[in-house]
């Protein structure tokens, strides 16, 4: 596991060959975060299945319960298997912009 610290986020990648042993290690972390944007870069070369994103959907919704946001970044996900809460983009200036569209709706009171 990779971290970078960014101004308004933490940036966490992986080259690993199994999203089930980054998941393990990632977890075991994630509180580590707690208080943190997270972006979570996936590498694009593993091939996942909807069901391998999905073991971080508990994750990302206790950080948008905590008023923080979770983005995972995959060229390779189908964005449409998943629920408009679940934010799964290409990019990682499109997290970026997500990140962004949250503060604001926070700051909005939404």
Request: no cysteine; glycine share 2%.
């Amino acid at each position: 596991m990779i971290v970078e610290k960014k101004e308004t986020y933490s940036l966490i990648s992986t080259k690993e060959n199994s999203i089930q042993v980054f998941y393990k290690s990632f977890e075991k972390q994630v509180d580590n975060f707690k208080n943190e944007n997270l972006i979570l870069e996936l590498s694009n070369f593993i091939n996942y299945k909807k069901e391998d994103f999905l073991l971080f959907l508990d994750i990302a919704q206790e950080k948008k319960n905590n008023g923080t946001s979770f983005v995972i970044v995959n060229a390779k996900a189908n964005i449409e298997d998943f629920s408009e809460d679940f934010n799964i983009v290409p990019t990682i200036i499109e997290a970026e912009d997500i990140l962004e569209m949250e503060a604001i709706e926070r700051e909005l009171g939404f």
